[in-house]
């Protein structure tokens, strides 16, 4: 399986006991879900692009509270560092 949503499936189906998956799959699909660990994810950008509009609009949209509110309500995600920008 390559997607969290497959492995919820699996599991839905009792076709597998147990799968890696996030909160969010799991409450989408009714199931339990066991936090096994945290993790923090970095979006790296290249410093020549930084400025561009693409990116721009990236940044915008993710350090919005409309986007951390929606990310919240997945469940399971700590949204405390979500846009927060960092020099190298």
Do not use: C, W
């Not at 994810?41 to 929606?70: E, M, W, Y």
Request: aromatic letters at 6%.
């Amino acid at each position: 399986m390559t997607t969290h949503l497959e492995v919820g499936l699996k599991v839905l189906r009792r076709e597998a006991d147990v799968g890696l998956a996030t909160r969010a799959t799991a409450r989408l699909l009714g199931l339990d879900f066991v936090p096994l660990t945290q993790e923090r994810f970095d979006l790296l950008i290249p410093q020549a692009h930084f400025f561009s509009r693409r990116v721009q609009l990236l940044l915008n949209l993710v350090g919005s509270r409309a986007f951390r509110a929606q990310l919240a309500a997945l469940g399971g995600y700590d949204t405390s560092e979500t846009g927060r920008l960092r020099a190298p």
